[in-house]
């Protein structure tokens, strides 16, 4: 019994070769989670009071919801008048499709190809024709700047500038 006893205490008793490490730096970082987690749990405490003050504030009639779907349904159901005109809305926009398909099909024909070129050539022709007097009137109005510079250096006027010295 005094073996057993020995025996006993001795597997009670730590062994030489068990170290217990202490790591502060380690120690205080999960004392921080900590402390961080029961912040969180506490956020998270106020915000579900918060919602639980928020839905028993919260008074909404429930037994009319009933009699505003029948209404829905039946205002959804009947003609009115909006009804009326977002019909008469897709009558003319289905209207002008059939033109827009109409005119395209005819601009597919080798008619309507040789009507279009020619109205963009006729088109090309008036915008060149615009910049042809946009230039004239450009080279105009630079002939006569010209004409002025010359009677002024006539008179004697003397200029350093470069556009004098056309």
Do not use: C
Not at 59 to 64: G, K
Not at 71 to 87: E, F, G, H, M, Y
């Amino acid at each position: 019994m005094g073996t057993l006893l020995l025996a006993i205490t001795a597997a009670a008793r730590p062994v030489a070769a068990q170290w217990v490490v202490h790591d502060p730096v380690n120690a205080a970082i999960l004392v921080e989670q900590r402390l961080n987690q029961a912040t969180q749990i506490q956020h998270q405490v106020v915000q579900i009071q918060n919602q639980l003050r928020n839905l028993r504030s919260y008074t909404y009639d429930w037994s009319n919801i009933a009699a505003e779907l029948r209404n829905l349904r039946a205002t959804l159901s009947s003609p009115t008048a909006k009804v009326d005109n977002a019909n008469a809305q897709i009558h003319q926009m289905n209207g002008e499709l059939e033109t827009l398909a109409q005119i395209q099909a005819r601009n597919n024909t080798a008619q309507g190809q040789l009507q279009a070129t020619q109205t963009q050539t006729s088109l090309v022709a008036q915008m060149i024709g615009q910049l042809q007097k946009q230039r004239q009137l450009n080279l105009a109005a630079i002939m006569q700047e010209k004409a002025e510079l010359d009677r002024f250096k006539a008179m004697g006027y003397q200029s350093s500038s470069v556009r004098d010295r056309l």
